[in-house]
């Protein structure tokens, strides 16, 4: 009998709750760096020993670093940090200043804000929820527990209620499913484990389960899938990794840190992915190591779709396709609104023919994905302008759209698409006319007189135009007039404007017009007696 192996192959995906080391930090090994994550980017820079302020993006598409704008504040070192929508946030710090600042990843700036209005401390923590940023706990002469909340959009500080456990510095705080939660820290009586769930619609604190492991300050913490992790830090020198359930308050540790035990590391979490790396601990090593959750099926992702080629003046509505998603901020150059934070944003309008990029940055409050679509919207060039001119009882519309469509004093008229059409009433028409990219445009034409006689060529009509076409001028055989007094002749351009008048009195059989001065092109005749009026078109060449 044969023996048949069977091997079986898994993706790496399957595997979970490991680490695995990336790129190191291309600046100087530090402690206390402030971080945060913006989109699809994490950023690190400040921190100490040697009081840095050079600032750096990570990708971990590309698992590259890239060098921003330097941190303008006196010493970002053991500051807080945090970031709201797509804005990222640096406070205070160990020089005892209330510096607030504001990092635009757009334009790489950063910019002053309103100070913390609080007393000057260092090693306080920050958090966000939704549009919001939150503040607390640090040192200044004493240990606080005060919270403070940041609004971006009124760019104001508002107090809220105290953490009511003991006062402390150096904590770690996350946020899960709108709620902020606050862990360990260095309290009077040394170091904590405790955890407290912070909800900004009542403004009130719950204690939760208790971090089962040693109390500990300078921790490194994300959030990937609705579970907070919770790890490292000085306790002393500690490297183990504990995760959070909200759901059922319970604690369960995982995978070792695999770098050596540390505190003060830079951390943050983008795309369903957590970064730790820095701290001090054999020195102040600049290695940096991604954790793979057990978890990977609620992996946020961001996608979105509308009708994205358009006329000029009209609007599309965007469909959100993100999955695990909380938060939305929409960006629209070009468009009314330009901005927005709807999941599903309706009536997003352009005006002007062109190409538009659309992004959106979706987060569950702590992870963020951002998706940026170059030349998205697609607007067409505005259709040629519409004009109505009448000949006799016949509107004419300019020639050359894909479709025309007529109306009678508001009504469409059925089967009434061609350029021109006999108007059997007397009234206000109008026509739409659709080019090749289903763009739309609308000539009017009011008080048209139906049955008016038309001008036609030949001996028996008493009225005859020649040459047709027409170089410089043609000659108009008026017989039909000869006992009238005066007649008017009018000549319009396709567009139903007029170009020319000129009036002709007494007895006269002839009458010469002069074009040599118009462009070349389609122009329509008026004869008009007072009782009748007579049209025609012609060509001048």
């Known amino acids: 009998m044969k023996k048949i192996l069977l091997f079986l192959f898994f993706p790496s995906a399957v595997f979970a709750d490991y680490w695995t080391q990336m790129a190191n930090f291309p600046g100087v090994g530090r402690e206390m760096a402030i971080n945060f ?264 992702t961001v996608a979105f779709a509308a009708p994205n080629h358009i006329c000029p003046g009209t609007c599309t509505d965007f469909t959100n396709l993100s999955s695990n998603a909380t938060n939305f901020l929409w960006s629209f150059p070009g468009a009314n609104p330009n901005i927005s934070t709807d999941q599903n944003p309706v009536n997003i309008c352009y005006n002007t023919p062109g190409n538009y990029n659309v992004q959106l940055i979706a987060s569950d409050a702590t992870t963020s994905d951002t998706l940026l679509l170059l030349n998205y919207i697609t607007v067409y060039p505005t259709p040629p302008p519409q004009g109505i001119l009448q000949s006799g009882d016949t509107l004419f519309a300019n020639q050359g759209a894909s479709s025309y469509q007529w109306y009678y004093n508001g009504d469409s008229i059925p089967g009434a698409t061609d350029y021109f059409y006999v108007a059997s009433s007397s009234g206000d028409y109008n026509v739409v006319a659709t080019d090749e990219n289903d763009c739309e445009v609308e000539a009017v034409i009011n008080d048209v007189v139906a049955n008016t006689t038309p001008l036609s060529f030949g001996e028996g009509s008493g009225v005859r135009l020649f040459p047709n076409p027409v170089e410089d001028k043609c000659t108009i055989h008026n017989s039909q007039f000869m006992i009238e007094t005066a007649i008017e002749i009018s000549v319009y351009n396709v567009l139903g404007e007029r170009v020319l008048i000129q009036e002709s009195r007494g007895k006269i059989q002839e009458e010469i017009i002069d074009m040599s001065k118009f462009r070349s092109g389609l122009y329509y005749l008026e004869v008009n007696s007072g009782e009748k009026i007579y049209r025609t078109k012609f060509i001048k060449q």
């Open 37 to 300: 994550s913006i989109g699809n980017k994490g950023y690190v820079g400040g921190g100490g020993i040697g009081n840095y302020t050079d600032f750096y993006e990570y990708d971990y598409a590309t698992n590259s670093w890239t060098q921003k704008a330097n941190y303008p504040g006196l010493t970002p070192y053991l500051s807080a940090s945090f970031s709201v929508g797509d804005k990222g946030y640096g406070c205070t710090g160990y020089t005892g200043s209330n510096e607030f600042f504001e990092y635009d990843t757009t334009l790489n700036t950063w910019t002053a804000k309103p100070d913390f209005p609080g007393s000057a401390r260092w090693g306080a923590v920050g958090f966000s929820i939704g549009m919001k940023g939150y503040f607390t706990c640090g040192s200044g002469g004493a240990l606080m527990n005060d919270l403070w909340e940041w609004d971006p959009l009124l760019n104001t500080w508002t107090q809220k209620t105290n953490l009511p456990g003991p006062a402390r510095r150096q904590p770690v705080a996350f946020t899960i499913d709108g709620k902020g939660y606050v862990c360990t820290g260095n309290g009077n009586t040394g170091y904590l484990n405790d955890l407290w769930e912070y909800d900004p619609v009542t403004d009130s604190w719950l204690q939760k389960a208790d971090l089962p492991a040693i109390g500990r300050q300078d921790a490194a913490c994300f959030v990937i899938c609705g579970k907070g992790y919770v790890g490292t830090g000085e306790g002393p020198m500690l490297n183990d990794f504990w995760q959070y359930d909200p759901v059922t308050n319970s604690w369960l540790q995982k995978a070792f840190f695999p770098g050596s035990p540390r505190d003060d590391c830079a951390y943050f979490s983008v795309g369903g992915r957590a970064f730790v790396g820095l701290g001090q601990g054999a020195g102040y090593p600049t290695d940096f190591w991604e954790y793979t959750p057990d978890s990977g099926s609620c992996f946020l």
